[in-house]
């Protein structure tokens, strides 16, 4: 009888309640003195309510409610798209030509007379009714080429894994060749999901400071990955591929090629000098799960810069940033790749991040004199047929680079 | 039945008397209690000794590896150029113990670091270099420290009470700014491609009037700060800029921080005075403008005597702060002697 509990389940609240209002009603019945009591404790709690809500006002505006600019590239207004394969109207080429950089881009002339092409950040894209109104031909080309430069992929969760990228050169190739330059890697990219970047290295030209395309070209390379990098923000790799170049095999896809973990261990060049004759050689522990750039090294032991790959991450974006920044190719580099051979020289966390792969991998030269069916006597780096890429570095030194590209584009095994 | 007694009742009363604690003196009671467990005391009073002389956090069962590590550069050149003085090693004693009693206090850790002429620094290229070496070799010293607070010898630290976590980590998103546009003493860009202003800060650094300085910034223990020390030294910059760049690292940081978005992303500044105020020596110049100089009403953290070897008396500054610092941070004891 005594372990009954006392109090009902139900009633237990109910009388909680009871007993609480029965106190507020003695506290401001009951007498003077508790009545002023409870006042005063209401007046201090309300006061301090009050402060406390108007702080905000008072205080300092925090950090994070400064405006800060969003991350952007060349442009600062851009436009979204939700297409992967990013290319120019590459019919558009001759009459960009005829255009040439004076007309689109602004041409700004210094005190001392030095002529100098500016890129305007704060170029608007055209909008459709813009774009409706414009009859003159040569106008709507126009923008089409400057609203190029501010396409961005935006779409969801789902973005490509890979992007293949290539700047191209509508003043020195023509219009057939660069048809089936990008022709290729949209095939390739579409058959395997991948996107595509493809830009006019003409745009870049304003963004640096020596202005001659042909001696500039190469340099705008790494301008043009991070350029990439920003269009396809949440993409994993960047194949960049020279537009002296073409993908041989549409059904292999990167990763079965390169990208796979152990054909990557397999592909891998430890241990050898980084260029020939260098006293600092690639890491004979070396982390392929770590790398974020993979280059293939030349046979004569140079860095290829017409095919390699950049991973997205701190390191191949502090690289690209090195390799952009103007000081450092304002050096009087005898070539692009020597630079990317510098930085791997004296930057050891650069190496540490860096595969150098066999080229037959992503970047199989093409040599003229060579067979390329005989499998006899060839070595493991001129192209032979069923290689991934041929690439026709040194055609420009022939002049046969829109030859090369018309006698291997009908090659190409589908 | 009493007389059969062993012990008779007065002696046992006398005896309760003696044990009997509420009746006797506190300072009788402690005296008897510390004759009664005298080895016991002796090992507390040991302990407490070390802890107190030592710092509890040097002891193995409190002992921590540091999380905030300051690093302070001494004897810059080592009298290898020129003859060190009487003055110039009291004044570097006297930065060595404020700094030392600073960490002590709120368990910091603390690393001398040597920067004496070296011949390895002796090429025009190579000059001031040893800064970024100095920082790569402490951080390979304190792999567990989260940031590294660098100080140039002629600081001191005005107000050793606070700690860095009050004063700077839990309001530095208030005190520090991302893009210099309201202080921009070098005319940086204010806005270039690709940087993303969402990544946390990881190198926090001070504006004076002619750019940034580097007598006093903050530096987190992360990949991306050893990735910066490495790209900091260059060669093919350095070879093109060594005439222009009088401030060595500290102009090869403006040009990275100017051009490269990875850099510029992870940096922020903080106004001089919250951690590397001037005296009114240096960056005379400007000496109409508050933002640079110590302010002894607003009880500035730091004060840095930077350029003080440059035709000022940096003996007389030293000892002018020095006794400030004792004047603020007086304790209520110390009136008595």
Redesign the interface.
């Known amino acids: 009888m005594a372990l009954r509990p006392k109090r009902k389940t139900g009633g237990g609240s109910q009388s909680f309640v009871e007993r609480g209002t029965k106190g507020v009603k003695t506290l401001l019945v009951d007498s003077k003195r508790k009545r002023t009591q409870a006042f005063t404790f209401g007046c201090i709690a309300a006061v301090l309510t009050v402060v406390w809500m108007l702080q905000g006002y008072f205080t300092q505006k925090t950090y994070q409610d400064r405006f800060f600019p969003a991350i952007h590239g060349h442009y600062v207004t851009e436009i979204s798209t939700t297409q992967p394969l990013i290319f120019p109207a590459i019919e558009n080429a001759p009459m960009l030509k005829e255009l040439n950089l004076r007309n689109l881009h602004t041409l700004r002339i210094d005190v001392e007379g030095n002529k100098k092409f500016v890129l305007k950040e704060s170029d608007k894209p055209a909008t459709e009714k813009e774009l409706k109104e414009m009859t003159d031909k040569y106008e709507i080309v126009k923008h089409n080429y400057l609203d190029h430069g501010k396409l961005v992929y935006r779409k969801g969760s789902d973005s490509p894994e890979v992007v293949v990228v290539t700047l191209v050169d509508f003043d020195n190739y023509e219009v057939e060749t660069l048809l089936h330059v990008v022709q290729n890697r949209v095939d390739y990219a579409q058959r395997h999901r991948y996107g595509v970047y493809t830009r006019w290295a003409q745009e870049f030209i304003p963004t640096i400071n020596n202005q001659d395309l042909k001696e500039s070209y190469e340099f705008l390379k790494p301008l043009m990955i991070r350029a990439a990098m920003h269009a396809f923000p949440r993409a994993k790799y960047f194949w960049f591929l020279d537009q002296d170049a073409l993908i041989m095999r549409m059904d292999r896809s990167l990763q079965t090629q390169l990208l796979d973990q152990k054909i990557l261990d397999l592909a891998l060049l430890k241990n050898v000098p980084v260029v020939k004759d260098s006293n600092i050689k690639t890491y004979n522990h070396f982390v392929t799960e770590r790398a974020e750039v993979i280059i293939p090294q030349t046979n004569e032991g140079r860095l290829d810069s017409s095919s390699f790959i950049f991973k997205s991450g701190i390191y191949s974006k502090a690289l690209l940033d090195y390799l952009g920044d103007p000081l450092v190719r304002g050096y009087s580099w005898s070539s692009f790749s020597d630079s990317i051979a510098h930085a791997l020289q004296w930057h050891p966390s650069f190496l540490a991040k860096t595969a150098l792969v066999v080229p037959k991998t992503i970047a199989s030269v093409y040599d003229p004199t060579k067979s390329t069916t005989e499998k006899a006597g060839i070595d493991d780096f001129h192209y032979i047929k069923g290689d991934f890429v041929a690439s026709f570095e040194g055609c420009k030194a022939r002049d046969s680079c829109a030859q090369d590209v018309e006698l291997f584009y009908p090659l190409v095994q589908k | 039945m009493s007389s059969s007694m062993p012990y008779s009742p007065l002696y046992e009363e006398d005896k309760k008397r003696q044990f009997n604690y509420r009746r006797r003196s506190l300072l009788d009671r402690l005296g008897n209690a510390i004759a009664q467990h005298r080895k016991i005391v002796l090992v507390i009073f040991c302990s407490l000794f070390v802890m107190f002389w030592f710092g509890s956090s040097k002891l193995p069962p409190f002992s921590k590896d540091p999380k905030i590590v300051l690093i302070l550069a001494v004897n810059d050149g080592g009298g290898v150029h020129k003859w060190k003085g009487e003055q110039e090693w009291a004044s570097e004693r006297i930065s060595i113990q404020n700094k030392r009693a600073y960490a002590k206090r709120h368990g910091y850790g603390l690393t001398l670091k040597d920067m004496r002429t070296a011949k390895r620094y002796s090429h025009e290229y190579r000059e001031g270099w040893q800064k970024v070496e100095v920082l790569r070799q402490t951080m390979r010293e304190f792999p567990n420290a989260e940031w590294f607070w660098w100080l140039d010898p002629e600081t001191l630290i005005m107000e050793p009470q606070m700690s860095l976590e009050k004063h700077l980590f839990s309001r530095?998103?208030?005190l520090?700014y991302?893009?210099p546009d309201e202080f921009n003493p070098l005319q940086l860009p204010l806005?270039i491609?690709?940087?993303?202003?969402?990544q946390e800060p990881e190198l926090f650094i001070t504006q004076d009037c002619g750019g940034f300085n580097l007598g006093s910034f903050l530096i987190k223990n992360s990949?991306?700060t050893?990735?910066l020390l490495?790209?900091w030294w260059?060669?093919?910059?350095y070879?093109?800029?060594h005439m222009m760049w009088e401030h060595r690292e500290q102009d090869a940081l403006e040009?990275?921080y100017a051009?490269?978005?990875?850099?510029r992303e992870k940096t922020a500044f903080l106004p001089l005075r919250s951690i590397n105020a001037f005296p009114p020596g240096a960056c005379s110049e400007f000496s109409d403008d508050a933002r640079f100089f110590y302010n002894e009403e607003d009880r500035d953290f730091v004060v840095n005597m930077a350029g003080c070897s440059f035709g000022r008396d940096c003996w007389a500054e030293m000892q002018h702060y020095g006794s400030l610092m004792e004047t603020h941070n007086q304790r209520w004891w110390r009136r008595f002697y």
């Open positions: 530095l998103d208030t520090s991302r893009i806005d491609p690709y940087v993303d202003y969402s990949e991306w050893k990735l490495d790209v260059d060669p093919v910059c070879e093109q800029k040009a990275l051009q490269e978005p990875w850099i």
